[in-house]
C-alpha cells in the first residue's frame, strides 16, 4: 500500500505542472461537451412537444368519429399550441417555452418568407377562440361539416409546421 501512496502522491506532484498545458484544451472539450449536452436538451424537449402535437391531432379524430365536437376542437387547439412551442424552442432555443403565446409571439414562428403566417396565425386564434371551454355557450350547436373541416385546416397546418420543424431540426445536426 505504501508502495501505491507513493505513487499517488508522485503523480499528483506532477499533475500541478502538468495541467496548466493542457488545460486550454480541457476547457474546450468541456465546451463542446456542454453544448452538445444543450443540443441534446433541445432535441429531446422539441420532440416531445411533437409527438405531443401528433397524439392530440389523433385524439381529436377519435373525437370527431364519436361525434365529441368541443373536444376535438380542444384538441386541436392542444395539438397547434404543442407544435407552436416546438417552433418556439427551435428558434429561441429556449427549453422551457412560456405557458401561453400570444399572436405577437406566434406571427413570427409560422411567418416565412415563401408562406404567409397571417393566416396560419389567425387560424390558430380562432382555434383558441373555439375551444375555449369558459366562452363555450351551450346552446351554440356545432355543425360535424364545419368541425371537420377545422379539423382538416388543422391537419393541413401541422403537416406544414411539422415539414418546417424536421427541416430545422436537421440543420442543428
Avoid at 463542446?32 to 424537449?45: E, G, I, K, Q, S
Avoid at 368519429?65 to 417552433?87: E, G, M, R, T, V
Avoid at 355557450?137 to 420543424?165: F, G, S, V
Wanted: charged letters at 25%; aromatic letters at 8%.
Amino acid at each position: 500500500m505504501a508502495r501505491n501512496r507513493s505513487i499517488t502522491e508522485a503523480h499528483c506532484n506532477h499533475q500541478v505542472g502538468f495541467t496548466p498545458r493542457f488545460q486550454e484544451r480541457y476547457n474546450s472539450m468541456q465546451s463542446v461537451f456542454r453544448h452538445n449536452l444543450d443540443d441534446y436538451r433541445l432535441r429531446n424537449t422539441i420532440m416531445g412537444y411533437h409527438e405531443h402535437s401528433k397524439y392530440h391531432i389523433k385524439l381529436a379524430i377519435i373525437m370527431h368519429s364519436h361525434n365529441q365536437f368541443q373536444a376535438c376542437l380542444i384538441l386541436c387547439d392542444w395539438a397547434l399550441a404543442s407544435l407552436i412551442k416546438a417552433l418556439y424552442i427551435q428558434k429561441y432555443r429556449a427549453v422551457h417555452p412560456p405557458k401561453e403565446l400570444t399572436m405577437n409571439e406566434i406571427l413570427p414562428l409560422v411567418h416565412t418568407d415563401t408562406v404567409p403566417g397571417l393566416d396560419i396565425a389567425l387560424f390558430i386564434g380562432t382555434i383558441q377562440h373555439m375551444s375555449s371551454v369558459g366562452e363555450f355557450n351551450q346552446d351554440r350547436i356545432l355543425k360535424a361539416n364545419n368541425i371537420k373541416k377545422l379539423l382538416q385546416r388543422t391537419e393541413e397546418i401541422l403537416k406544414e409546421l411539422e415539414n418546417r420543424l424536421k427541416h430545422e431540426l436537421s440543420e442543428l445536426k
